[in-house]
C-alpha cells in the first residue's frame, strides 16, 4: 500500500533526508553533550528547593513520602495544571476517535459525508478491505461475529462465552478471549494488582500515590481486556460509567484546592488536621488530592487507550485498488 | 558515573530525533517522539541520583534517631523525581492523542506516510 503513491504527492527525495537529519542530529548532540556534561553530578549538594522539601514534609503536612509531599503539596498547583492537561489529551483522543459515535450524530458530519461523496463520485463502490472492516465492526457492535450472515474468515463462529470453549479447541481466527489458562492467571493476579493499585494511593507511601496507582488501574483493565476479550469488560470500560467518573475526579482536585484556598489561604494548602505519619490519613488533605488524582488517571488513561482501541474502521474507499 | 547516563539521554533523544527526521511514516514519527520522552525520564532520574544516596522517605530511620534527623542526611532528589512521575502519565496521554491522529490519517488516506497527506498542499 505505501510503495503506492498518491497522485498528488511529491516526487521522493531521498538524499536530503537523511544528510540533514544527519547534521541536525549531530549539532543536537554536541549541544547537548556540551551542556550535560556542565550539570551537578552524583556528588553534588542537593538544591535548597529539594531539602526544603525535605524538611516541612513532616511538620507541616505529616508525610513520610517526600516525594508526594512535591506531588501534592509543594507543587500542588502545577500538578493541578498537569492533570488538567492529561484531561484535555483525553478529550482530544475522544472528539478524534469517536466520529462515529450516536451522540455526535448531531453535527450530521457522517450523514453529510456519505451524502456528499455519493453526489462526488456516484460511481464509488467499497472495495473488499472496506466491505471486510465494516462488515467485521458492525458484528463486533452487534456482540457477536457472524451477525449480518458477512462472515467471509469461515470456520465456526467464536462462542460468546470465552468459558464455554473447551480445552485443546482450536482457537477461531477471530478469538477474543485467550487460552484457559491465561485467562485463570489473568483473573487471579487482577485482582491482587487491583489492590496494589489502590494501596499505592491509599497509604501515600509511594512516590506520587494517585499517579502510580493509576496506571496500575489502567494495567489491570488491559490486562483484562487481552485476556478475556471486548465483550466481557464491556459492562465496566464504557463511557457512560468512565466519563463520569473522570469528571468527578477533576471536580474532586478542584474542590480540594479551593478548600486550601478558602480555608487555609492558598490552593491546595492543607485544611485537615494531620494524623499519625505512616497511617491512611496521613498527609491530611494531600490524601485528598491524591485519591482525587487516582480517579483522574486511572479513568483518563483507561479512556483514552480504550477510545485508540475502538476507534471506528472509517475507511476512506482506496482509490488505488481497483474494486473486487 | 553518572555522566554517562547524561550521555545515554543526549544518544536516545538525538536517536528519537534522527528517527523523526529521517523517516515520514507517522507511527515512526510517534516512535521518535517517545524516544525523546524517554531519554527525558532517564535525564530527570540520574539527574535526582546521588552517591551513596537514600530514597527521599522519611522513615525507618536507624536506631538513636528521629525520621526528622533523615531531612538532613544524603538523599537523592525528591523535586527531579516528581517531574518524572507526571512527565510519565502525561507522556502516555499525548501518545495516544499523537495515534488516534496517525489512525485517522490512515483511514483517511489509505496511508501513513506524511508525504500523502497532501490535502493542505497549495
Given at each position: 500500500m505505501t510503495e503506492q503513491r498518491h497522485p498528488d504527492?511529491?516526487?521522493?527525495?531521498?538524499?536530503?533526508?537523511?544528510?540533514?537529519?544527519?547534521?541536525?542530529?549531530?549539532?543536537?548532540?554536541?549541544?547537548?553533550?556540551?551542556?550535560?556534561?556542565?550539570?551537578?553530578?552524583?556528588?553534588?549538594?542537593?538544591?535548597?528547593?529539594?531539602?526544603?522539601?525535605?524538611?516541612?514534609?513532616?511538620?507541616k503536612w505529616g508525610q513520610q513520602e517526600v516525594v508526594s509531599e512535591i506531588v501534592y503539596g509543594s507543587r500542588g498547583f502545577d500538578t493541578f495544571g498537569e492533570t488538567f492537561l492529561l484531561l484535555a489529551a483525553v478529550l482530544s483522543v475522544v472528539v478524534l476517535s469517536r466520529g462515529r459515535e450516536p451522540r455526535a450524530e448531531y453535527l450530521g458530519e457522517?450523514?453529510?459525508?456519505?451524502?456528499?461523496?455519493?453526489?462526488?463520485?456516484?460511481?464509488?463502490?467499497?472495495?473488499?478491505?472496506?466491505?471486510?472492516?465494516?462488515?467485521?465492526?458492525?458484528?463486533?457492535?452487534a456482540g457477536t461475529e457472524s451477525a449480518e450472515g458477512e462472515e467471509t474468515s469461515g470456520g465456526p463462529p467464536p462462542a460468546a462465552d470465552p468459558d464455554s470453549i473447551g480445552l485443546g479447541t482450536r482457537a477461531p481466527e477471530r478469538a477474543a478471549a485467550m487460552t484457559v489458562v491465561v485467562r485463570g492467571a489473568a483473573r487471579t493476579s487482577a485482582v491482587f494488582l487491583f489492590v496494589a493499585g489502590i494501596y499505592l494511593a491509599a497509604w501515600g507511601f509511594t512516590p506520587g500515590g494517585g499517579f502510580p496507582g493509576g496506571a496500575v488501574l489502567t494495567g489491570v483493565a488491559l490486562l483484562l481486556y487481552g485476556a478475556l476479550g471486548h465483550q466481557r469488560i464491556n459492562r465496566l470500560v464504557r463511557p457512560n460509567l468512565l466519563e463520569p467518573l473522570e469528571l468527578a475526579g477533576a471536580i474532586g482536585i478542584i474542590v480540594v484546592g479551593v478548600l486550601g484556598l478558602a480555608r487555609a489561604g492558598s490552593m491546595f494548602a492543607n485544611f485537615l488536621r494531620l494524623a499519625e505519619p505512616g497511617s491512611i490519613l496521613a498527609g491530611g488533605s494531600e490524601q485528598l488530592y491524591s485519591g482525587a488524582e487516582l480517579v483522574e488517571v486511572a479513568t483518563g488513561l483507561t479512556i483514552a487507550i480504550f477510545s485508540l482501541l475502538g476507534i471506528g474502521h472509517d475507511w476512506a474507499p482506496d482509490e488505488q485498488e481497483p474494486d473486487a | 558515573m553518572i555522566l554517562a547516563n547524561y550521555l545515554a539521554a543526549a544518544t536516545v533523544f538525538s536517536l528519537g530525533l534522527l528517527l523523526i527526521m529521517m523517516h515520514r511514516d507517522l507511527v515512526k514519527i510517534v516512535l521518535g517522539l517517545s524516544l525523546m520522552e524517554a531519554s527525558c525520564y532517564l535525564l530527570l532520574v540520574s539527574m535526582a541520583y546521588r552517591r551513596h544516596s537514600t530514597a527521599p522517605v522519611l522513615s525507618g530511620p536507624p536506631k538513636g534517631q528521629s525520621p526528622?534527623?533523615?531531612?538532613?542526611?544524603?538523599?537523592?532528589?525528591?523535586?527531579?523525581?516528581?517531574?518524572?512521575?507526571?512527565?510519565?502519565?502525561?507522556?502516555?496521554?499525548?501518545?495516544?492523542?499523537?495515534?488516534?491522529?496517525?489512525?485517522?490519517?490512515?483511514?483517511h488516506y489509505r496511508c501513513v506516510d506524511a508525504d500523502d497527506l497532501t490535502a493542505l498542499h497549495g
Open positions: 504527492a511529491r516526487p521522493p527525495h531521498t538524499l536530503h533526508r537523511p544528510v540533514l537529519a544527519s547534521a541536525l542530529m549531530a549539532a543536537v548532540a554536541t549541544a547537548f553533550v556540551l551542556g550535560l556534561t556542565g550539570l551537578p553530578t552524583e556528588g553534588a549538594p542537593l538544591p535548597a528547593i529539594a531539602r526544603h522539601a525535605m524538611q516541612i514534609a513532616l511538620p457522517a450523514t453529510a459525508g456519505r451524502r456528499e461523496q455519493a453526489e462526488i463520485d456516484p460511481q464509488d463502490q467499497a472495495d473488499q478491505g472496506e466491505t471486510e472492516a465494516r462488515s467485521a465492526e458492525r458484528a463486533e457492535e | 526528622q534527623d533523615l531531612v538532613n542526611g544524603p538523599v537523592a532528589d525528591p523535586v527531579l523525581q516528581n517531574f518524572c512521575l507526571t512527565a510519565i502519565v502525561i507522556g502516555v496521554a499525548v501518545t495516544a492523542v499523537f495515534l488516534t491522529i496517525a489512525v485517522r490519517a490512515a483511514q
